[in-house]
């Protein structure tokens, strides 16, 4: 384990594939094609490995608020995290993508919104996990059955009203997770409008990882953050509110888990 169960190498899933107090969750997701992470779990996955869906399980379905992926439905999740195995405070439920944590992540911060601090990714996603040759599979795995109970952590979260009365507050750090060419409005091929949410600082998703996805070491997540003032309120988002949840593992990693997630994010503010 590494970081206090925020991050587990290959080596250490493949050594605890039996163990019944883990279960895998297969997170892989197309934003180009939402029906591609699911047949690539269907195709191999990591043994014992269930799959949850960006679209279908980890979101609720868009209007006209809320953003591109508004957060799911609590009862339903829980019921599905129960579904697969996942008891409250017990079960370490490790999470992988193929997305550089993208959505792995959105799973972790999900799980801890709603009380469930056992919770980690997988270092370098699926493809490490081939890379480093451990087997995959085609076997779906049957339902487990467990008692996933959601304590939500309101303060984990907040939403278009609080940015916009907050972000002008110098107490408060607004956090822009998008890619420095979109927060700069240079570029915008999801959402209707470019720019950034005024005041907004960028820190881009993608510098958590190396190019293979591979976290980045503790010192280089603590020194990323460095220039933040962490007395502050920090506010953290991306386009949809979902790989913000990457700079929420990395601000975790660092030793600040008290930032908060703008949910609907910046496809939630435009729609204002």
């Given at each position: 384990?590494m970081?206090n ?34 047949k690539?779990y269907e ?6 490995a269930?799959?949850?869906?960006l679209?279908?399980d ?19 999740l ?9 008891n ?6 490790v999470?992988?993508d ?10 972790w ?13 997988l ?6 996990w081939?890379k ?12 487990r ?7 939500v ?10 940015v ?9 750090v607004?956090?822009?997770?998008r890619?420095g060419d ?23 998703w ?8 591979c ?6 997540q ?7 003032d ?7 988002y991306?386009g ?13 990693i ?8 703008y949910?609907?994010s910046?496809?939630?503010w435009?729609?204002?």
């Amino acid at each position: 384990m590494m970081n206090n169960q925020l991050i587990v190498s290959p080596q250490w899933l493949f050594e605890n594939l039996n163990n019944p107090q883990v279960v895998i969750v297969d997170c892989r997701f197309s934003l180009a094609d939402s029906q591609l992470g699911k047949k690539q779990y269907e195709a191999n996955h990591i043994p014992g490995a269930y799959y949850l869906d960006l679209n279908q399980d980890l979101s609720s379905p868009v209007g006209e608020h809320g953003g591109r992926h508004p957060l799911p439905n609590i009862a339903e999740l829980a019921e599905k995290l129960s579904a697969i195995g996942v008891n409250s405070q017990k079960t370490l439920v490790v999470a992988y993508d193929d997305s550089r944590l993208a959505f792995a992540s959105r799973l972790w911060w999900l799980l801890r919104y709603l009380g469930h601090e056992q919770v980690a990714v997988l270092d370098g996603g699926f493809d490490c996990w081939e890379k480093a040759g451990y087997s995959v599979t085609k076997v779906i795995p049957t339902s487990r059955g467990g008692t996933f109970i959601p304590y939500v952590q309101s303060e984990k979260v907040v939403d278009f009203t609080y940015v916009k009365t907050h972000k002008d507050n110098p107490d408060v750090v607004l956090i822009d997770s998008r890619e420095g060419d979109r927060y700069r409005g240079e570029r915008e091929s999801i959402d209707k409008v470019a720019g950034h949410i005024p005041g907004a600082v960028n820190y881009p998703w993608t510098e958590v990882t190396d190019a293979s996805g591979c976290i980045l070491p503790h010192i280089e997540q603590s020194q990323r953050w460095q220039n933040i003032d962490t007395t502050k309120e920090i506010l953290v988002y991306c386009g949809s509110g979902v790989t913000a949840c990457v700079n929420l593992l990395s601000l975790a990693i660092a030793g600040i888990p008290t930032a908060k997630l703008y949910a609907g994010s910046w496809s939630d503010w435009i729609s204002y």
